[in-house]
């Protein structure tokens, strides 16, 4: 069964936690909180998104539809402000320290601005004649033009801190577990001042350089360290993740791609006026300068959207002095308890305004059982414009390191921090003391195996050179091998540097028949700890004895994978192919690969799969092997794709950039036995485009072409899932090899809603389920010199193998994912061709898929 990037790396490491961690661990704090409800004085009614702020503060928010808020503050503040476009403000004061629960009762009141006259309860919400949409319409219409981006180019120190808690921690129950130590490493919440730990922790000092034209962007990264579970666990490619989960918010975008969702953004050029209310909530005073409050919230608080102010200057320049803004509660939302983003802009030199820090924070939860809190801070200091850099841009890298960068002292980043941000965590000293204990270890080990899907030979990672694996194919069946076995083996870094060894063996109890491989990798560049990671630079050699499935690509899992093992047919079109291959691969950062190999593949049929030759008399020929040599040229371009990698598994995270393939392969007739000459083209197009807030559409169209004459088995055929989970790229309803072409194309379409259908229907809104709706075909065409029944030279058809008529084949799928946050079901359907024998018209298709 597919399992995503989320439950890959979130949800093994709250396993993790949960297991080690089934305490909760408080830390005491002078913190002042406020809660309750704010109403209307008149009818009693509750106000929804009321703003409830601390004085001379942007700590603070907005209510909730039923009017309830709470927020803490650690700042000796303990003046709440509570005001609402109609109603008279109102102050109180609360004590320090204390948590204090208020029943607020706002005054009705008629105001005139601009003429307008607003009165609540009497009059709906109106974007015509607001004076608040007037003026986000020319925040909106300026947003660019004070940014630093609009100079030729600029350069800034970047600090950048991102740290994982562990949220509401109970002391006394530390303690039971002899975990007293604990405590003094403990911190609180920015969002409400509970108690958190802090247990994993990354922070970055870097250079960025920004040039307009041509446009490009250079970091050089000067220092970094990782301290806490990662010096014990192996969360490979957690970066790349985490650097998507809490990206940098940019408010000008659009589109604010955070949590691997689109939010529409409040400054959106497109969705602004028609997704938020705006309201003006006052005047206030920031470093002696006058800014307007402006408030918003999503029209549907279910959709995925922010709630919170801008602090825009009174003059023409329109520019944003502050940004305060959190995630609705009831937003469909997976494991987000609350969100908080702040921003702080300065104006440096007049009309240009830069940022002067960025912080992020999140509670998250899972199922209630493991709660995390995930802060990001980032601090921007002494930025320098317009002065010559073109020289940085040599380097193609979009990001350098220099030499040291994660070996710096603990006296330098106690020096090189902001002010701001000057806290040592002390994380590292933490874990030392946590990997005293003998079941932390366990636990460190059992979370790798989970993680990874290897099992490493020693207990040091430095010293480790061989890893055993992997956990999902350990076991799995299929109708030729029944029960199989299998045992993987790979080298480390550590073995040697360069030189890398992969293989595996298994066994099939049904066919008694052992399978194998084994590769060599000499990996030009140096990696850290695999062969596989980015940017690939390596030439590798072959030799493979296995079963091939015709007819199938395994693009998300494994053959062998055991959530693959469940068939919703009987399929035994596949061969023992024992093959060999020599490669080299080249991965350059500017998104470009190539891929050069040359093989051999030396195929039998199994079981009722024959290859067999029917002259013109009708007499057939068998043939006991089919021999191919092969040579090809992989080509492929994804700008700016990020990606999330699993040793020799790569999965492409989001990305807003088009990825192209091209791929060419001949095959040589009479080259080291070669039975057939022909050409193959390959072409596909792939790109996700994400249309807040109404969701996400995939789209992928290939072509493909082969020239020459070819056996069935090499032959052009839509790919076909016979398992019952949900495969990316695949077609659910075909048969393998139920249409075969020399000339191919396919298109697959998936609309990923995010549940903004289901948002608006009573009831039904409240399950938080997300709508997805799927169309894919396939139109081919065989001409006759790849027809056996017009040329005899070629190898018959087996039974049951077509060509597509005049019309395409085409199949459906509707679904509901995020089932009770976990489970997605897809109905599927075929639409034509009903008339062919054995096959499915329609069925359930069911994967495991956590997102937020």
Same mark, same amino acid.
């Given at each position: 069964?597919?399992?995503?990037?989320?439950?890959?790396?979130?949800?093994?490491?709250?396993?993790?936690?949960?297991?080690?961690?089934?305490?909760?661990?408080?830390?005491?704090?002078?913190?002042?909180?406020?809660?309750?409800?704010?109403?209307?004085?008149?009818?009693?009614?509750?106000?929804?998104?009321?703003?409830?702020?601390?004085?001379?503060?942007?700590?603070?928010?907005?209510?909730?539809?039923?009017?309830?808020?709470?927020?803490?503050?650690?700042?000796?503040?303990?003046?709440?402000?509570?005001?609402?476009?109609?109603?008279?403000?109102?102050?109180?004061?609360?004590?320090?320290?204390?948590?204090?629960?208020?029943?607020?009762?706002?005054?009705?009141?008629?105001?005139?601005?601009?003429?307008?006259?607003?009165?609540?309860?009497?009059?709906?919400?109106?974007?015509?004649?607001?004076?608040?949409?007037?003026?986000?319409?020319?925040?909106?219409?300026?947003?660019?033009?004070?940014?630093?981006?609009?100079?030729?180019?600029?350069?800034?120190?970047?600090?950048?801190?991102?740290?994982?808690?562990?949220?509401?921690?109970?002391?006394?129950?530390?303690?039971?577990?002899?975990?007293?130590?604990?405590?003094?490493?403990?911190?609180?919440?920015?969002?409400?001042?509970?108690?958190?730990?802090?247990?994993?922790?990354?922070?970055?000092?870097?250079?960025?350089?920004?040039?307009?034209?041509?446009?490009?962007?250079?970091?050089?990264?000067?220092?970094?360290?990782?301290?806490?579970?990662?010096?014990?666990?192996?969360?490979?490619?957690?970066?790349?993740?985490?650097?998507?989960?809490?990206?940098?918010?940019?408010?000008?975008?659009?589109?604010?791609?955070?949590?691997?969702?689109?939010?529409?953004?409040?400054?959106?050029?497109?969705?602004?006026?028609?997704?938020?209310?705006?309201?003006?909530?006052?005047?206030?005073?920031?470093?002696?300068?006058?800014?307007?409050?402006?408030?918003?919230?999503?029209?549907?608080?279910?959709?995925?959207?922010?709630?919170?102010?801008?602090?825009?200057?009174?003059?023409?320049?329109?520019?944003?002095?502050?940004?305060?803004?959190?995630?609705?509660?009831?937003?469909?939302?997976?494991?987000?308890?609350?969100?908080?983003?702040?921003?702080?802009?300065?104006?440096?030199?007049?009309?240009?305004?830069?940022?002067?820090?960025?912080?992020?924070?999140?509670?998250?939860?899972?199922?209630?059982?493991?709660?995390?809190?995930?802060?990001?801070?980032?601090?921007?200091?002494?930025?320098?414009?317009?002065?010559?850099?073109?020289?940085?841009?040599?380097?193609?890298?979009?990001?350098?390191?220099?030499?040291?960068?994660?070996?710096?002292?603990?006296?330098?980043?106690?020096?090189?921090?902001?002010?701001?941000?000057?806290?040592?965590?002390?994380?590292?000293?933490?874990?030392?003391?946590?990997?005293?204990?003998?079941?932390?270890?366990?636990?460190?080990?059992?979370?790798?195996?989970?993680?990874?899907?290897?099992?490493?030979?020693?207990?040091?990672?430095?010293?480790?050179?061989?890893?055993?694996?992997?956990?999902?194919?350990?076991?799995?069946?299929?109708?030729?091998?029944?029960?199989?076995?299998?045992?993987?083996?790979?080298?480390?870094?550590?073995?040697?540097?360069?030189?890398?060894?992969?293989?595996?063996?298994?066994?099939?109890?049904?066919?008694?028949?052992?399978?194998?491989?084994?590769?060599?990798?000499?990996?030009?560049?140096?990696?850290?700890?695999?062969?596989?990671?980015?940017?690939?630079?390596?030439?590798?050699?072959?030799?493979?004895?296995?079963?091939?499935?015709?007819?199938?690509?395994?693009?998300?899992?494994?053959?062998?994978?055991?959530?693959?093992?469940?068939?919703?047919?009987?399929?035994?079109?596949?061969?023992?192919?024992?093959?060999?291959?020599?490669?080299?691969?080249?991965?350059?950062?500017?998104?470009?690969?190539?891929?050069?190999?040359?093989?051999?593949?030396?195929?039998?049929?199994?079981?009722?799969?024959?290859?067999?030759?029917?002259?013109?008399?009708?007499?057939?020929?068998?043939?006991?092997?089919?021999?191919?040599?092969?040579?090809? =040229?992989?080509?492929?371009?994804?700008?700016?794709?990020?990606?999330?990698?699993?040793?020799?598994?790569?999965?492409?995270?989001?990305?807003?950039?088009?990825?192209?393939?091209?791929?060419?392969?001949?095959?040589?007739?009479?080259?080291?036995?070669?039975?057939?000459?022909?050409?193959?083209?390959?072409?596909?197009?792939?790109?996700?485009?994400?249309?807040?807030?109404?969701?996400?559409?995939?789209?992928?169209?290939?072509?493909?072409?082969?020239?020459?004459?070819?056996?069935?088995?090499?032959?052009?055929?839509?790919?076909?899932?016979?398992?019952?989970?949900?495969?990316?790229?695949?077609?659910?309803?075909?048969?393998?090899?139920?249409?075969?072409?020399?000339?191919?194309?396919?298109?697959?379409?998936?609309?990923?809603?995010?549940?903004?259908?289901?948002?608006?229907?009573?009831?039904?809104?409240?399950?938080?389920?997300?709508?997805?709706?799927?169309?894919?075909?396939?139109?081919?065409?065989?001409?006759?010199?790849?027809?056996?029944?017009?040329?005899?030279?070629?190898?018959?058809?087996?039974?049951?193998?077509?060509?597509?008529?005049?019309?395409?084949?085409?199949?459906?799928?509707?679904? =509901?994912?995020?089932?009770?946050?976990?489970?997605?079901?897809?109905?599927?359907?075929?639409?034509?061709?009903?008339?062919?024998?054995?096959?499915?018209?329609?069925?359930?298709?069911?994967?495991?898929?956590?997102?937020?």
């Amino acid at each position: 069964m597919h399992t995503n990037i989320i439950t890959n790396i979130i949800i093994r490491f709250a396993i993790f936690l949960v297991f080690i961690f089934a305490v909760q661990i408080s830390v005491s704090a002078q913190t002042t909180t406020v809660n309750g409800v704010v109403r209307d004085a008149v009818s009693g009614d509750p106000v929804e998104f009321a703003t409830v702020r601390f004085d001379d503060s942007t700590i603070g928010g907005n209510t909730d539809e039923k009017g309830k808020f709470k927020f803490s503050n650690r700042n000796q503040k303990n003046r709440v402000i509570v005001s609402y476009m109609g109603y008279v403000s109102d102050t109180i004061t609360v004590p320090i320290g204390k948590n204090t629960n208020l029943d607020i009762r706002l005054k009705p009141e008629g105001i005139k601005l601009d003429e307008v006259i607003i009165r609540p309860k009497k009059e709906k919400y109106s974007k015509k004649n607001n004076p608040a949409v007037e003026l986000i319409k020319k925040v909106i219409e300026h947003k660019h033009e004070h940014l630093a981006t609009a100079q030729n180019n600029y350069q800034v120190e970047e600090f950048d801190r991102v740290f994982i808690a562990l949220n509401e921690f109970d002391e006394t129950k530390a303690e039971k577990k002899n975990m007293q130590f604990l405590a003094k490493y403990g911190d609180t919440s920015r969002i409400d001042n509970k108690p958190i730990l802090p247990l994993s922790l990354r922070e970055t000092l870097s250079s960025f350089y920004y040039r307009k034209s041509p446009k490009d962007t250079k970091r050089i990264v000067k220092a970094h360290k990782t301290e806490g579970l990662d010096q014990g666990m192996n969360l490979e490619s957690i970066d790349a993740v985490l650097k998507e989960v809490i990206k940098d918010v940019d408010i000008t975008d659009n589109s604010i791609n955070i949590l691997f969702r689109d939010f529409v953004g409040p400054l959106s050029s497109v969705a602004s006026v028609n997704f938020y209310k705006w309201y003006i909530i006052d005047t206030v005073s920031i470093d002696q300068r006058q800014y307007v409050n402006l408030g918003f919230v999503p029209f549907n608080t279910r959709d995925v959207g922010f709630m919170g102010n801008l602090y825009v200057s009174t003059d023409s320049a329109y520019a944003i002095k502050r940004l305060s803004m959190r995630v609705p509660t009831n937003a469909n939302l997976n494991f987000v308890e609350a969100m908080l983003i702040e921003q702080e802009f300065e104006e440096t030199k007049p009309g240009v305004w830069i940022p002067k820090q960025y912080i992020m924070a999140m509670d998250l939860s899972l199922v209630d059982v493991a709660k995390f809190y995930v802060e990001k801070v980032k601090d921007f200091n002494d930025f320098e414009f317009n002065q010559p850099m073109d020289a940085v841009f040599i380097n193609p890298n979009p990001v350098l390191y220099l030499s040291g960068y994660d070996k710096m002292s603990k006296e330098y980043w106690d020096a090189s921090r902001p002010t701001t941000f000057n806290k040592d965590y002390e994380v590292g000293e933490m874990m030392e003391e946590l990997m005293k204990k003998r079941f932390f270890k366990i636990a460190v080990g059992a979370a790798n195996i989970l993680s990874s899907s290897y099992i490493p030979t020693s207990k040091d990672e430095e010293k480790n050179k061989f890893d055993i694996g992997t956990v999902l194919t350990f076991f799995s069946y299929n109708d030729i091998e029944g029960a199989r076995f299998r045992l993987t083996g790979t080298t480390t870094s550590h073995f040697h540097p360069h030189l890398f060894l992969y293989g595996y063996g298994a066994y099939g109890i049904k066919d008694q028949k052992f399978k194998y491989m084994g590769e060599v990798n000499w990996a030009f560049n140096k990696p850290k700890y695999h062969k596989d990671e980015f940017p690939v630079n390596n030439l590798s050699a072959t030799v493979k004895y296995d079963l091939n499935a015709l007819g199938q690509r395994f693009l998300q899992a494994e053959r062998d994978n055991i959530f693959m093992s469940g068939k919703s047919g009987k399929y035994d079109r596949m061969t023992y192919d024992f093959s060999t291959q020599i490669a080299y691969k080249r991965e350059y950062h500017s998104g470009f690969s190539y891929n050069l190999f040359a093989r051999t593949h030396d195929e039998k049929p199994v079981k009722n799969l024959v290859f067999k030759q029917i002259d013109e008399y009708g007499n057939s020929h068998i043939w006991d092997r089919l021999k191919t040599t092969e040579v090809g =040229l992989d080509l492929r371009y994804a700008y700016k794709e990020k990606f999330f990698q699993q040793r020799r598994i790569r999965r492409t995270l989001s990305t807003s950039g088009f990825i192209y393939n091209l791929s060419y392969l001949a095959s040589l007739k009479d080259v080291m036995g070669g039975d057939f000459a022909y050409h193959r083209l390959n072409f596909s197009m792939t790109k996700e485009f994400w249309i807040a807030p109404f969701g996400k559409v995939y789209t992928n169209v290939t072509a493909e072409k082969l020239f020459g004459e070819a056996p069935f088995t090499a032959l052009v055929s839509p790919n076909a899932n016979t398992s019952y989970t949900v495969q990316k790229g695949s077609f659910y309803l075909l048969n393998p090899m139920e249409f075969v072409s020399d000339a191919q194309v396919t298109w697959d379409i998936n609309y990923r809603m995010g549940g903004w259908l289901l948002n608006r229907i009573p009831l039904i809104k409240h399950f938080g389920w997300r709508e997805i709706f799927g169309f894919r075909g396939v139109w081919g065409s065989l001409s006759k010199k790849n027809n056996p029944d017009h040329n005899r030279k070629l190898l018959a058809f087996p039974e049951e193998v077509y060509t597509i008529d005049k019309k395409p084949y085409m199949e459906i799928n509707i679904g =509901l994912e995020n089932i009770l946050k976990i489970f997605r079901i897809d109905y599927v359907r075929r639409l034509n061709y009903l008339d062919h024998p054995n096959i499915d018209k329609h069925g359930i298709r069911i994967s495991l898929d956590v997102a937020f």
